[in-house]
């Protein structure tokens, strides 16, 4: 059977989704049961086959997921919803949409290299020395002091980091967001 032309194929889109929380390795059949449900819930079986979902790419905590063009939206409404995967609780948001897969596994490694500090010593740009100081704020291994009181940081995300407080007969926890630590920082 021969292929069909361009003209006449189904153009497709891809959305690129973030896992959170870090550290959940979770497989593409996984990922897609999640997605599937999620789609079905909201829209039923005539528009999850209107969506024609498919899981194409999973890394760490990121993954791929293919649409038909005009339904990313719905896409990504249904997997905005999603709040477990199998068993783990966690959820997935969706970030970038292009229209192809190239494009998305560049960001991802754009994405891994900025986790690990790499790129961040030839910062000219402010925009981008920002994103380095952020970066290297959020990987930040050593205590954060609050009013001489230190404070370990457990769990990291981009939006908000958990702080807690070691102690035998209590334990305090503070949750804060990226700005909030900046400017506790920059008062000390």
């Known amino acids: 059977m021969k292929a069909l032309p361009p003209t006449l194929r189904i153009n497709k889109r891809y959305v690129l989704c973030r896992i959170v929380p870090h550290g959940i390795d979770a497989d593409g059949k996984a990922v897609y049961y999640a997605v599937y449900d999620a789609i079905s819930s909201?829209?039923?079986?005539n528009g999850a086959a209107e969506i024609g979902m498919s899981v194409v790419h999973t890394e760490g905590n990121w993954a791929i997921i293919r649409c038909t063009r005009g339904t990313e939206?719905?896409?990504?409404?249904?997997?905005?919803?999603?709040?477990?995967?199998?068993?783990?609780?966690?959820?997935?948001?969706?970030?970038?949409?292009?229209?192809?897969?190239?494009t998305l596994k560049e960001k991802i490694r754009a994405a891994e290299s900025r986790a690990?500090?790499?790129?961040?010593?030839?910062?000219?740009?402010?925009?981008?020395?920002?994103?380095?100081?952020?970066?290297?704020?959020?990987?930040?291994?050593?205590?954060?002091?609050?009013?001489?009181?230190?404070?370990?940081?457990?769990?990291?995300s981009r939006e908000k980091i958990d702080l807690y407080k070691e102690?035998?007969?209590?334990?305090d926890s503070l949750y804060y967001t990226i700005k909030d630590i900046e400017e506790l920082q920059c008062n000390q």
């Not at 909201?42 to 079986?45: A, E, I, M, S």
């Not at 939206?73 to 192809?100: E, F, N, Y």
């Not at 402010?126 to 609050?146: P, R």
């Open 42 to 45: 909201l829209f039923g079986d």
């Open 116 to 156: 690990d500090g790499e790129g961040c010593e030839n910062c000219e740009d402010s925009a981008v020395s920002a994103e380095c100081a952020e970066t290297n704020l959020l990987y930040a291994k050593k205590d954060i002091i609050i009013k001489d009181i230190p404070y370990r940081p457990v769990r990291v």
């Open 73 to 102: 939206k719905k896409l990504q409404a249904a997997i905005s919803t999603v709040c477990s995967i199998g068993d783990m609780p966690c959820a997935i948001r969706p970030v970038l949409t292009s229209g192809t897969i190239l």
């Open 167 to 171: 102690g035998i007969k209590s334990q």
